[in-house]
């Protein structure tokens, strides 16, 4: 509640009464949607709540100012990759009429929308299925790639592992190692001002704001991780470098799109990481939210196929 009310306390004062009105809602609320001209909407759980209340332009522009500490010069950067992360870990996705210069995005003008998503941080969801990730008898993990379609938990699921295998844990015998976690678009840490607002362990280190394929050669030659992290992978730059690091003798967990093997072996940059047998465990989330394993056993010689065959369990 206290975390939520926070967040409120970046909107006109007008703005705040009338969210505040569903406050008994507050432990499902997961984003609250303001665009100009149009009825703020808050998502709760599954469901939509449309309040009484059309956002105009100056009032758009005096949440964006506070956002940014009045000085909206200074999160360029950030306004430019589409989101500002806030104190707290929660993230405000910004949409308006964009500058390109040279292929990519100078500034986003007129700012038609903010999308304040509330940090859903939720300690201990990876217990059902950390010890299918540990390799305990070399205190390391399985090459490890969880997948879903948006909204289904995936990062949540990944961050927990990642608090996990960093911090120990003891009741199995797994000892803490070194995770390196290239957080692109601040989604895992919740980095705000060089601090991370999510429990990420205390044997992470994080290179925010930072295309993937470059934090983890970065990572890999100056902080000796044991294991490289990544959300949503996805370009061929993203798989050469989960190559190098796989083939440096650094163990992966990563998430991406999809809905199941089969959403794996069309698509190509995941099709060809599968053919390299990088990934051991593949684990998919349902729409209920619910774990399927998939694990890649080496096939003995002489059958045909890949090295690898999926099996699930």
Same mark, same amino acid.
Not at 79 to 84: A, E, P, R, T, V
Not at 92 to 111: A, H, P, Q
Not at 196 to 223: C, F, H
Not at 229 to 236: K, L, N, P, S
């Given at each position: 509640?206290?975390n939520?009310?926070?967040?409120?306390?970046?909107? =006109?004062?007008?703005?705040?009464?009338?969210?505040?009105?569903?406050?008994?809602?507050?432990?499902?609320?997961?984003?609250? /949607?303001i665009?100009?001209?149009?009825?703020?909407?808050?998502?709760?759980?599954?469901?939509?709540?449309?309040?009484?209340?059309?956002?105009n332009?100056?009032?758009?522009?005096?949440?964006?100012?506070?956002?940014c500490?009045?000085?909206?010069?200074s999160?360029q950067?950030?306004?430019?990759?589409?989101?500002?992360?806030?104190?707290?870990?929660?993230?405000?996705?910004?949409?308006?009429?964009?500058?390109?210069?040279?292929?990519?995005?100078?500034?986003?003008?007129?700012?038609?929308?903010? *999308?304040?998503?509330?940090?859903?941080?939720?300690?201990?969801?990876? !217990?059902s299925?950390i010890?299918?990730?540990?390799?305990?008898? !070399?205190?390391?993990?399985y090459?490890?790639?969880?997948?879903?379609? =948006?909204? /289904?938990?995936?990062?949540?699921?990944?961050?927990d592992?990642?608090?996990?295998?960093?911090?120990?844990?003891p009741?199995?015998?797994f000892?803490g190692?070194?995770?390196?976690?290239?957080?692109e678009?601040?989604?895992?840490?919740?980095?705000?001002?060089?601090? =991370?607002q999510?429990e990420?362990?205390?044997?992470?280190?994080?290179?925010s704001?930072?295309p993937k394929?470059?934090?983890m050669?970065?990572?890999?030659?100056?902080?000796? =991780?044991?294991?490289?992290?990544?959300?949503?992978i996805?370009? !061929?730059?993203d798989?050469?470098?989960?190559?190098?690091?796989v083939?440096?003798?650094?163990k992966?967990?990563?998430?991406?799109?999809?809905?199941?093997?089969?959403?794996?072996?069309?698509?190509?940059?995941?099709s060809?990481?599968? *053919?390299l *047998?990088?990934?051991?465990?593949?684990?998919?989330?349902?729409e209920?939210?619910?774990?399927?394993?998939?694990?890649?056993?080496?096939k003995?010689?002489?059958?045909?196929?890949?090295?690898y065959?999926?099996?699930?369990?």
């Amino acid at each position: 509640m206290d975390n939520i009310l926070s967040l409120i306390n970046y909107f =006109p004062l007008q703005i705040r009464d009338k969210i505040l009105k569903y406050r008994d809602k507050f432990n499902m609320l997961e984003e609250i /949607r303001i665009k100009t001209n149009v009825n703020i909407i808050l998502k709760i759980g599954q469901a939509d709540i449309i309040v009484d209340y059309i956002t105009n332009q100056d009032e758009l522009l005096q949440i964006l100012q506070t956002i940014c500490d009045n000085s909206i010069y200074s999160y360029q950067s950030q306004i430019c990759n589409g989101y500002i992360t806030l104190k707290g870990g929660h993230r405000v996705g910004i949409t308006g009429s964009t500058v390109i210069e040279d292929g990519k995005v100078k500034n986003i003008t007129y700012i038609y929308s903010l *999308n304040f998503r509330v940090a859903k941080e939720i300690i201990g969801c990876s !217990e059902s299925i950390i010890k299918d990730i540990l390799k305990l008898e !070399e205190n390391t993990i399985y090459n490890t790639i969880i997948v879903s379609p =948006p909204g /289904r938990g995936k990062t949540t699921l990944l961050r927990d592992i990642v608090r996990q295998i960093s911090n120990g844990i003891p009741k199995l015998g797994f000892k803490g190692i070194n995770v390196g976690v290239v957080d692109e678009r601040d989604e895992i840490s919740a980095m705000y001002k060089g601090i =991370p607002q999510n429990e990420i362990g205390i044997r992470t280190d994080v290179l925010s704001n930072i295309p993937k394929a470059i934090g983890m050669k970065m990572l890999i030659r100056s902080m000796n =991780p044991k294991v490289i992290v990544a959300d949503e992978i996805g370009t !061929e730059d993203d798989a050469k470098a989960i190559n190098y690091a796989v083939c440096s003798g650094v163990k992966g967990i990563f998430t991406a799109h999809g809905e199941s093997i089969e959403d794996i072996l069309v698509n190509p940059i995941l099709s060809k990481l599968y *053919n390299l *047998n990088v990934f051991e465990l593949f684990l998919f989330i349902d729409e209920n939210r619910n774990i399927k394993k998939h694990i890649c056993k080496r096939k003995e010689k002489g059958e045909s196929g890949n090295t690898y065959n999926m099996y699930a369990v």
